[in-house]
């Protein structure tokens, strides 16, 4: 008996948090077993995506760029999933299904539920973006005049992306490229961000960037090298060429020139790292804490990745990462929800919207106190969210909450059925007597 036909498409194998997100929510389908699965790959900005065999790293990668889409398909798929965000959205199969890691402001744009509702249902990552999407309103004009309420009103659940915990854990294992490049940092203690940086603006990017390098700068100019910590960056720009990684480096050099001389060292990691050089990273004695500044996230899943080594998270106090920062295991920035800077807003992050921003100067306060102050009770706390995330958020628990989702949802495709015949047996007829 065939399967019914499921078209994913997204931004599989692509080198961005939705390439990730993508991948791993089409292994969960393949996984899934009840759909013949498809895949149509999408770019995601000018971010570059894996185009060989000769990069696919993992069998499930591989047996993944088995089933791309290399010519157009002959009948419309019975399910199509779409992976990006929600004014993308277009339906093309029999049941349509939009997963979006969404928002991470306080208001999500006219387009984005316009797109929401063009879909039969739709899959957000965190509560957050459930709870923006779903308030949402606006009027919608109609070129005659008519004017009708806009808003969200299709079903919707949350769907975290889970962690694969088979990589991503607490370990003493040394990971050699790693040890290589920390063997450089004289500092013992290190802060360590997460992240990509991708407004060209120094102090605009949604993951504040710009403002982390200030602050921790700020909190521990004019120390002397030998008590201070370092902060090291891994992040970049759209791409891992010589010239973002330039780019990268003139900013931290232009943000501590404003801060004065004696800046405490900053490092940059720049370029791609296999899973295992990730958690590497994560879990190498020199990195003590893991911090972020960001606005907002949709989920935030270098932070969930984090918290598994079993170091402390210091991250902002808002959006959908606090799904998984359980507030008993983690401290976090204070700080307060502000219009966001003009030079921020585009299309999808709207003008008149919010987001979170850190309070810089308690944030200084916080650094020094984790670096003075750093104990057991910093680190026990972090192996309870490391043990609690390790079993509440995995990728096996992200399968059962899929795939309860799609049983849920999705109805019965009629699919095609071989008929097997009988076998026919030879049967002898009786002769028959010939009259005279």
Known sequence: MSKPLCVIQGPVFNRSGYGDLATDLAKSLVRYGKYDVKINPTRWGGCPSKATVEELITDDDKQLATIFLTQPLNKQPDLFIQISIPNEFQPTGKYNIGITAGIETTMASGQFVDGLNRMNMNIVTSNHVKKVFESAEYQKQFEDGRKELLKSEKPMEVCFWGADTNIYKKTDEKVESIENEL????????????????????????????????????????????????????????????????????????????????????????GELTPTEMNGLLNHEKVKV???????????????????????????????????????????????????????????????SSWFYVAYGLAEDKFKQYYHSYNQSYTDKAEQLRIENAEKFSLQSMDAKLWGILDKYVPEFAVEKQIVLPKLRKIELPKLNKKV
């Open 290 to 352: 893991h911090v972020s500044f960001t606005h907002g996230e949709g989920f935030g899943h270098p932070l969930l990745i984090a918290s598994l080594s079993g170091k402390p998270v210091l991250s902002s106090n808002w959006s959908g990462h606090l799904d998984f920062l359980n507030p008993k295991y983690t401290s976090f920035f204070e700080g307060s929800l502000k219009q966001i800077d003009p030079a921020s807003a585009n299309d999808w992050l709207i003008k008149e």
């Open 183 to 270: 063997s450089k940092i004289p500092e013992k203690f290190a802060f360590l961000f997460v992240g990509q940086w991708t407004h060209r603006n120094l102090y605009h990017d949604r993951k504040d960037i710009g403002n982390l390098i200030k602050t921790f700068s700020n909190a521990f100019k004019n120390k002397s090298p030998e008590n201070r910590p370092c902060l090291l960056l891994k992040t970049s720009g759209v791409n891992f060429s010589v010239v973002d990684r330039d780019e990268i480096l003139n900013r931290i050099k232009q943000i501590q020139s404003e801060v004065g001389d004696n800046c405490p060292n900053v490092y940059l990691l720049h």
